[in-house]
């Protein structure tokens, strides 16, 4: 049966545009054709769920009447009352069939993966755990059944993000854009699927399909001698590391440009990374809707809680101790796997080395100027490009396997 | 911000859309393959000359100069001074070989690329090269679907007016092959011809503008690959080779080359092959050929339908057997009779056929300066070699009669232990 | 002492210098103000007006110049 994997090839850019069409010439003269939206939105998410991978779309359907039921049921509770211990158990409810998809791997629960796993259940999570939050927090007041759904199954992002935020959405698909403002979001989202097949199946092609085995075979050949340390392992490192780059940034733009068409102001993920001067202006610019989630959601509030509290006098402890709290909880998101979360502590220490760096620099009035950026950018690009090389798991293979 | 009409956005991707289908249904041939193109394809062992149509059509049609399809796996690769190659172009023989292989290619990989060749082996001359380790029970077709063509797959579904057993063997083994089978138009078509239907009009028109599109993506991008190999090896090889195109100087020249480069190991392997492939696991593959078996193979009966397309074709073929390294398959305890079983085995399924022009070296191993490696001929090799391919190609091309028989392409055949009683009675 | 000097006031502090010449420059976009000292600010804001600002609350693009913090103070306690 016929199976579609979003953005995979050029035939699927060609349906869903033309899929998408009505609703953009509606758009363009003021109407918003909601129940059409929804219906291609419907066909598009069945299409990456059927034949062989039905599984996963029953795995989808329970998952969402649990969090439509969970967020409706707090909602309701805190309208009436706001006891921290209901909004933990909230939460952790929200974000427990994540939880034992990343666990289950790890203790060969093989069947836990294949009844609950799906493609997407991370960028879903986030979405719904972040309604629980806001609406602890009295942001967000009520709850609508029906916009809830929309928001959490909006199909350009449904399987990779970029992860959008409830309120922010919702002031979207409630209205229409003015025309002007819809032209130019249609020449932006041309651009940015442009750019995005340049990333995705140029630039990614080049590095991932035509480069990378190639240097990856060199590197095991000469494993044998010095502990599979070789020149050739910095030839991973670069390849594997821009090939990660180029492909979910390649993704990203296809994502944000498809909800442009749409109507719909998706954040974008990625701000030239590789241009960042220190680690902290990194995470700014890298998966940016991975990143500031991860601020909003759990560093602040880890600050905000260790501060309000009093746990700890020095404020320097209390930022130090969130970074490596956030980044290894980043980490054990990506897998149970000891170099995903080796990579968590690595940024984790990296954001607490850079801090430090920082507070001396402006102590101590480190010269700065054109030479000494251009410097920081070299230096930061390195330390992420070594951060990644642990990351896309090639030293286990180098070294375990 | 400026007010921008749909026209501006949308204009130039029109405009690019309209170019690119220009380009990629303009009737008119867009590239130019020059000599040295050829020159340079005939020994650049890339992929995309496996896979390519426009660089072999090139070649083979060529009219100032003959080149010879020359098919075989890793073997064509050791560039050597007395491989085909540079004997043809230092005697400026009447011939030049047209290297189509790589370390991975099998007969099934071949048979497609036959099918985009039709002309260049349509009463000519070819030289096919055996390799035993093709021919293993297991793991068959690995890197098949590096050396994966559509536009083979669809040359062949063109050319079938009926549909033979060959045909049908072929769909089969296809769709076992991902590449095949996940490609739900590939998968469809295959299908048809796997269940004994020719294919509707309707088929033939998409298969047309399929094949069109992409023969132009063939032609834009096949002279991307660039070889180094022509100006690297032939050419600085050319300085070693006696001036005379005679046989006792070639091969006191090999002897003096083969000995000079195996002086690291007791095996008779080149230096290089041995110090980076060979020392380091040395011990542990002592007796590591041990469970090989060459005898019950698809690989068989995929031979089987490179046999009949050259029998269709009338193609006049030499086959060369290659043998492997004595010392080597001694000390990794290579099963004698086995191998000279399934040597057997094959020779049979050739001369039963008609295809007599076999050049079997698979006793020679044993000869000093023979193998370049374990399993490659080399120096001496390619002189014994050059003792049939020399006059088989100088002579030209002679009227064949070939005989095929479809049994081969059974399960019998391809699971048959060889015994000399049972090969000369299967029928 | 009025609104905007008092968050002028805790602004200072949090930063670490003055800000005073500098009301509608962005201080996220130069650096001044982290994550970290976000969240000073707002508990510093909840303890000195006794207002609610919860995370959730704080949009960056409403909060990143020390005048429109002090407008949304304003409208906070208004």
Redesign the interface.
């Known amino acids: 049966m016929l199976n579609i994997q979003p953005y995979a090839d050029p035939k699927y850019f060609v349906i869903l545009l033309l899929a998408l069409a009505p609703l953009a010439i509606g758009l363009y003269f003021g109407k918003r054709f909601a129940l059409y939206e929804v219906i291609v939105s419907l066909v598009f998410i069945f299409l990456m769920f059927n034949g062989s991978k039905y599984h996963e779309g029953y795995a989808l359907v329970i998952y969402m009447i649990w969090q439509w039921l969970l967020v409706w049921a707090y909602t309701l509770y805190r309208k009436k009352s706001n006891n921290s211990w209901v909004f933990y158990g909230a939460t952790f409810l929200g974000a427990l069939p994540l939880v034992l998809i990343k666990i289950a791997p790890a203790a060969n629960w093989t069947h836990v993966s294949t009844l609950l796993g799906f493609m997407g259940i991370s960028y879903l999570t986030f979405r719904s755990v972040a309604m629980i939050m806001e609406t602890r927090d009295g942001s967000i007041k009520d709850f609508d059944p029906w916009l809830f759904l929309r928001f959490m199954l909006f199909m350009p992002a449904i399987s990779s993000g970029p992860i959008d935020r409830y309120r922010r959405f919702v002031k979207d698909i409630v209205t229409v854009p003015t025309r002007e403002k819809y032209v130019a979001m249609l020449e932006k989202a041309v651009w940015y699927f442009f750019l995005g097949f340049l990333y995705k199946f140029i630039l990614a092609y080049i590095l991932g399909t035509l480069l990378l085995p190639h240097v990856e075979h060199l590197t095991l050949l000469s494993a044998s001698a010095h502990h599979g340390w070789s020149w050739w392992l910095i030839a991973v490192m670069y390849v594997d590391g821009l090939y990660l780059f180029f492909d979910f940034a390649g993704y990203s733009l296809f994502a944000v440009a498809t909800s442009y068409v749409m109507g719909i102001e998706l954040p974008m993920n990625f701000n030239k990374p590789f241009l960042a001067k220190n680690l902290k202006d990194f995470w700014n610019r890298w998966h940016m809707s991975l990143s500031f989630w991860f601020r909003d959601y759990i560093f602040m509030r880890l600050v905000f809680l260790m501060m309000k509290k009093k746990w700890f006098k020095s404020r320097v402890t209390i930022s130090n101790i969130a970074y490596i709290a956030n980044m290894l909880i980043m980490g054990f998101w990506h897998g149970l796997t000891w170099y995903y979360i080796a990579y968590g502590l690595f940024h984790g220490v990296g954001l607490v080395i850079n801090d430090a760096w920082l507070r001396y620099k402006k102590k101590h009035n480190v010269p700065h100027n054109k030479f000494t950026e251009i410097l920081a950018i070299i230096i930061t690009f390195h330390v992420v490009m070594i951060s990644f090389l642990l990351f896309l798991g090639f030293l286990d293979k180098l070294w375990f396997q | 911000?400026k007010?921008?009409?749909?026209w501006?956005?949308?204009g130039?991707?029109l405009v690019a859309f309209i170019l690119i289908g220009a380009l990629f249904l303009a009737p008119f041939s867009l590239n130019h393959t020059t000599q040295k193109n050829i020159q340079d394809a005939s020994v650049s062992f890339s992929k995309d000359v496996v896979k390519g149509q426009t660089i072999k059509t090139a070649a083979f049609s060529d009219k100032q100069m003959r080149y010879v399809p020359f098919f075989g796996s890793s073997e064509l690769l050791r560039l050597d001074t007395m491989h085909p190659t540079m004997l043809a172009e230092k005697y400026d023989r009447n011939y030049r070989p047209f290297l189509l292989g790589q370390a991975g290619t099998e007969s099934l990989t071949h048979y497609l690329s036959m099918q985009e060749m039709q002309p260049a082996l349509h009463k000519k001359q070819a030289v096919f090269v055996v390799s035993r380790q093709w021919f293993t029970k297991k793991q068959s077709k690995l890197a098949f679907s590096e050396f994966y063509s559509p536009l083979q797959t669809l040359n062949w579904l063109k050319s079938i007016q009926h549909i033979t057993p060959t045909d049908r063997y072929i769909a089969h083994e296809l769709l076992q092959e991902a590449r095949i089978k996940n490609s739900?138009f590939y998968a469809n078509l295959v299908t048809k011809i796997s269940g004994n239907k020719l294919l509707s009009n309707h088929d033939k028109k998409i298969i047309a503008l399929r094949y069109h599109t992409l023969l132009r993506e063939d032609q834009l991008f096949s002279n991307v690959t660039v070889s180094n190999n022509w100006n690297k090896k032939v050419i600085p090889a050319m300085k070693h080779l006696p001036e005379q195109d005679d046989e006792d100087s070639l091969l006191h020249e090999a002897t003096r080359i083969g000995k000079a480069q195996t002086t690291n190991n007791s095996f008779g392997i080149k230096n290089s092959f041995y110090k980076y492939r060979v020392k380091?696991n040395v011990k542990k593959l002592a007796n590591s050929q041990k469970q090989f078996d060459y005898r019950q193979s698809e690989e068989y009966a995929d031979f089987q339908a490179v046999l009949s397309e050259f029998a269709k074709q009338h193609t006049d073929v030499l086959f060369v057997i290659q043998p492997v390294n004595q010392k080597w398959a001694n000390y990794t305890g290579l099963n004698k009779e086995m191998y000279y079983q399934s040597v057997n085995k094959v020779k049979q399924q050739l001369t039963s056929q008609g295809f007599n022009n076999i050049a079997d070296f698979s006793h020679e191993g044993n000869k000093k300066y023979f193998m370049q490696d374990t399993i490659h001929m080399g120096w001496n090799g390619w002189v014994a070699a050059d003792r049939h391919i020399k006059p088989f190609l100088t002579d030209g091309y002679q009227p064949t009669n070939y005989h095929i028989n479809d049994r081969y392409l059974t399960r019998e055949w391809q699971n048959l232990i060889p015994t000399d009683d049972n090969l000369s009675e299967f029928k | 002492m009025a609104v905007k000097e008092e968050v002028i006031d805790i602004l200072n502090t949090i930063i670490g210098e003055d800000i005073s010449d500098q009301m509608d420059d962005d201080f996220f976009e130069s650096g001044l103000l982290d994550s970290m000292a976000t969240v000073e600010l707002l508990l510093d804001l909840e303890g000195k007006f006794d207002i609610q600002a919860p995370v959730s609350e704080f949009d960056r693009n409403e909060w990143n110049t020390p005048n429109k913090v002090v407008n949304k103070v304003e409208s906070l306690i208004g």
């Open positions: 911000m007010k921008r009409g749909l501006w956005v949308f130039p991707v739900p380091n």
